[in-house]
């Protein structure tokens, strides 16, 4: 095995144990909430519009979701030279592989937008103490996660 798989081996490792941490973000919240939950008094008052907010929250993250999507695939297929300059130049500070450092800047900020659509849910849990929608965006989130899992053959594409 040469000095690029070992690095690339490496490095599909580390981007391994962030979305692990991401994904388990997500029952983190879940657990808090549930904890939550018995003595909670929700933040929204009775003139709140709780259906406007809900169904706005929806619709973001339904394009969060697909716009994650389309970042992600965006970052790997860029091919411009003052890009690649850029992750060439930061790989050599950070010792790391330049297609693995570019894959994980990919892979974080998909993750990251994947994630918020669970923060989302525990938004709503925080203004009305809904449980059905905190489950729903937490279920969207990790579908989302698992869809932008990591995956070696990315990398080496």
Known sequence: MNRDEEDIKKGI?????????MFLSLLIYLVVCHLLEPSWVP??????????FINSLYGVSIVIFFLSSYIRKFILNSNSSTQLERFTQISERTKMHPAVF???????????LSESIGIFGVVIFLFIKDTNSL???IAIA????????????EIEN
């Open 43 to 52: 933040l929204a008052t009775h003139d709140f519009p709780i259906d406007t």
């Open 135 to 137: 489950y729903l965006f």
């Open 102 to 112: 570019k894959y994980q800047t990919a892979v974080i900020i998909s993750l990251a």
């Open 13 to 21: 490792k580390r981007i391994w144990i962030i979305w692990g941490a």
């Open 142 to 153: 990790a579908a989302a996660m698992i869809y932008h899992i990591p995956r070696l053959s």
